[in-house]
């Protein structure tokens, strides 16, 4: 991301681009119900020459505005109190207004018959850029910014308990991934999601209103219809495609499920996890049963669940601190090619976490002035996780560096999917052979065959894991936008959806008094989710080709690209593009293919699906 989730500016940076797959974007649909400014408040003339004209001095606008805006969202996120909320409200509603001004402008310049195809695809852009789209009322934008700030800032400060002391949300997760005493991990499950979430609730229902009449305003049928049209195509045929993708991998989580569920059974017995039906949430080592690796120690194989290395224990044993980590992810990018990250960045970037004040610690990566002031915010631990995490963020910054000579409006990944898809893909080269060439792992203690399925598993535990939460967080947004989801039920549609994909349920009991999504970040911080699902595809596309580009014999999963700068030439192709062509375009300059497919993570994981099943045997899955 360009900058975290500020609603307006974040927004046009996150934008993806509404277009279909051609080159030179067509005009969109714009709707006669789409707010019209008098023909006599329009900047210039209603031309293809009066468009160009309002693209340019829109783009230069909104250039200069975001480097301040984009200032106040990091010191903001960085150093919380109320001041610096102020500040980031304030700047946070000039922004949403310009952004629904030029939003609303876009809307009808995109209609003017034979515009120049890129203007085209600019006022495209811009008409659907808002994450959040205030209406044009009075007030409204203030009020926008103010929820979504309260709603950010309270994420920021909220704590969670164990053993009756109150603790950070970053040790709460920490202690998640650690602790294999289920009423210890009900306590922090409960206490975090009643203590964050509950009293986000009112504040969520009011900005939803909001964005939805703002987005109506633009055209749109509602907020996740906006978000929804950002991807070369209709929101229509991106849920199918959607779908598609899930129906592809469903098969794969489910035997994984089925697995896990019986390991757990297993280890707490009936009384805590029974052998049939959903899995309790708090026993799967993540405060959102998102991603399961770190219980991995409780499913592992014996003899060839051993993977054969720990990776917090080596990073430890050769003294990596925080820096030192983030260092060695910077050596990655460089070993294909890529210039050194600003000496800036080290500077300025939020790399541990402070402990004079409250900040954010949900890890991104920031460019605040859209040329090369790159930065990372995290609370960064030494341990395995965070350096995967590090090897990630450090992807959006890459990719935020090599599309910097672009104009404004496609300073940004070829959809929102490919920039998270970018780091992910980098981590998955966090084999043992990279292990080995960095110097944390000795050649002569490389795990052997036996341990493939220990490797594939333990990354099946988060990779595979994550696909059904990745997919549920933006179902149920896109269903409380669009209605079907009422502040009545808020939180049992949440339940249900975790259920009826994850295959996961509470630890305790639920109500409406419960806001369960406000749990997880990107609810208050209205990062659109789908992206994420998308990444978890795309990374193993983009990795397929990256090891056959690199001339890898050996088994998919143990591939590593380290270093080879034909890979890095290619990958900068794709990745300077930014978003100036739909993402077919960029998916092909890189992989060859111009449809997303979940054939190449099918194909990374297939020896484990077969191990899965013969587990399975017997037993009865599903939930």
């Known amino acids: 991301m360009k900058f975290a989730a500020s609603v307006s500016l974040a927004a046009i940076a996150l934008a993806g681009c509404a277009a279909n797959t051609s080159s030179a974007a067509p005009v969109a649909e714009v709707p006669a119900s789409a707010a019209a400014p008098a023909a006599d408040a329009l900047p210039y003339p209603l031309t293809p020459d009066g468009a160009a004209q309002f693209i340019a001095a829109a783009e230069k606008d909104m250039f200069d505005f975001s480097v301040i805006g984009g200032r106040a969202a990091w010191v903001n996120a960085t150093y919380i109190n109320d001041d610096t909320d102020a500040l980031n409200a304030y700047f946070g509603t000039i922004g ?64 969670a308990t164990h053993n009756g002391k109150v603790i950070t949300g970053d040790d709460a997760e920490a202690l998640m991934g650690e602790l294999r005493n289920p009423n210890e991990t009900k306590e922090i499950w409960q206490s975090w999601h009643e203590n ?62 089925c697995y896990t569920r019986s390991k757990l059974n297993h280890k707490y017995g009936n009384a805590v996890q029974p052998a049939t039906g959903p899995i309790r949430a708090d026993l799967l080592g993540n405060m959102w049963a998102q991603e399961w690796g770190n219980i991995y120690d409780v499913v592992a194989p014996k003899g060839s669940g051993d993977i054969g290395y720990d990776l917090e224990a080596l990073l430890k044993a050769k003294k990596y601190d925080p820096v030192k980590m983030v260092k060695a992810g910077e050596g990655f990018y460089t070993s294909l090619g890529f210039a050194p990250l600003p000496a ?45 995490t590090i090897h990630h963020e450090l992807g959006h910054n890459f990719y935020q560096r090599a599309y910097n000579q672009q104009p404004y409006f496609y300073l940004n990944g070829a959809n929102d999917g490919f920039h998270e898809a970018i780091g992910d893909f980098i981590a998955l080269s966090v084999t043992p052979e990279y292990l080995v060439q960095i110097g944390l792992l000795d050649r002569s203690k490389v795990p052997d065959a036996s341990k493939d399925t220990g490797l594939l598993l333990r990354q099946a535990m988060d990779k595979v894991a994550f696909l059904p939460f990745g997919l549920l967080v933006d179902k149920w947004r896109w269903g409380v936008f669009n209605g079907s989801i009422t502040p009545a039920n808020y939180n049992q549609a949440w339940v249900d959806l975790k259920r009826e994909y994850q295959g996961i349920t509470p630890p305790v009991g639920r109500s409406e008094a419960d806001f369960d999504p406000g749990a997880k970040f990107h609810i208050p911080g209205n990062t659109p989710y789908a992206r994420y699902f998308l990444a978890r595809v795309l990374q193993f596309q983009f990795y397929k080709a990256a090891c056959d580009m690199s001339g890898w014999q050996g088994p998919l999963h143990r591939c590593s690209f380290y270093g080879n700068k034909e890979v890095g030439q290619r990958l900068n192709q794709m990745l300077a593009m930014g978003a100036s062509k739909p993402w077919p375009d960029a998916l092909q300059a890189f992989t060859g293919s111009r449809e997303m497919s979940a054939k190449p993570m099918l194909e990374y994981f297939a020896p484990l699906q077969t191990w899965l099943e013969e587990q399975n045997r017997g037993k009865q899955c599903g939930w």
């Open 344 to 388: 800036s960045f080290w500077t300025r970037s939020q790399i541990t976490r402070p402990q004079d004040r409250e900040v954010i610690c949900h890890a991104s990566a920031w460019d605040l002035d859209n040329k090369d002031d790159l930065r990372i915010k995290m609370c960064t631990k030494v341990n395995a996780d965070d350096f995967v």
């Open 96 to 159: 949403t207004e310009k952004g629904v001004k030029y939003a609303t402008l876009a809307a009808q310049y995109a209609r003017v018959p034979g515009l120049d195809p890129d203007v085209a695809r600019k006022l495209n852009i811009l008409r659907g850029a808002l994450v959040l789209a205030a209406p044009q009322t009075s007030g409204s934008a203030a009020e926008l910014n103010e929820i979504t700030t309260r709603l950010q800032s309270a994420y920021g400060k909220g704590r």
């Open 196 to 257: 964050v979430g509950r009293p986000m609730r009112q504040d969520y229902t009011r900005m939803v209103e909001i964005a939805n009449a703002g987005a109506k305003e633009l055209g749109y049928a509602d907020t996740g219809a906006m978000w929804r049209s950002q991807y070369d195509m209709s929101p229509e045929e991106f849920s199918a495609m959607y779908d598609r993708l899930w129906a592809e991998t469903k098969p794969l989580y489910q035997a994984l499920h």
